[in-house]
């Protein structure tokens, strides 16, 4: 003979009405089945890479009025030396060589009022 099953209204249905379910359904809900949560392990931090030397500075010196070049890939101490000639700053154009455009790149104002200090201090002789 078959087992008698009590059925009830389940009123917690979403949408339009309530159905008809088993008792024991509402009673004790299934078990989801949970796989384990996988969890990766910490990475281990990389050693920061070591900053490649940079190669020092390379000037060009123009002169304003007439064009001409005074200083072509120098140094520094030479752009120094060089500027200690010059009247004013605003007499020559300063120019940095940029090794990752590969282009001269003009020296902004405050750069240029730096160097312009820096020669100030430089020994004459």
């Known amino acids: 003979m078959a087992r008698r099953r ?3 209204l389940d009123t ?3 949408g339009t009405g309530a159905e008809m379910v ?3 359904s509402v009673l004790r809900k299934p078990e989801s089945r949970r ?3 996988f969890v990766p392990p910490k990475r281990t931090p990389r050693p920061p890479r070591e900053p490649e030397p940079r190669a020092p500075r390379r000037f060009r010196v123009i002169d304003v009025m007439t064009r001409e070049v005074l ?3 120098v140094d520094a101490r030479t752009m120094l030396e060089l500027l200690a000639r010059v009247r004013s700053v605003v007499d020559v154009n300063l120019y940095v060589w940029e090794p990752a455009s590969e282009r001269w790149r003009l020296l902004t104002i405050a750069e240029e009022r730096a160097a312009w200090e820096r020669r100030l201090r430089q020994p004459t002789g």
């Open 12 to 14: 917690e249905t979403k």
């Open 6 to 8: 009590a059925w009830i």
């Open 35 to 37: 796989e384990p949560l």
């Open 22 to 24: 088993p008792l024991e």
């Open 71 to 73: 200083a072509d890939d």
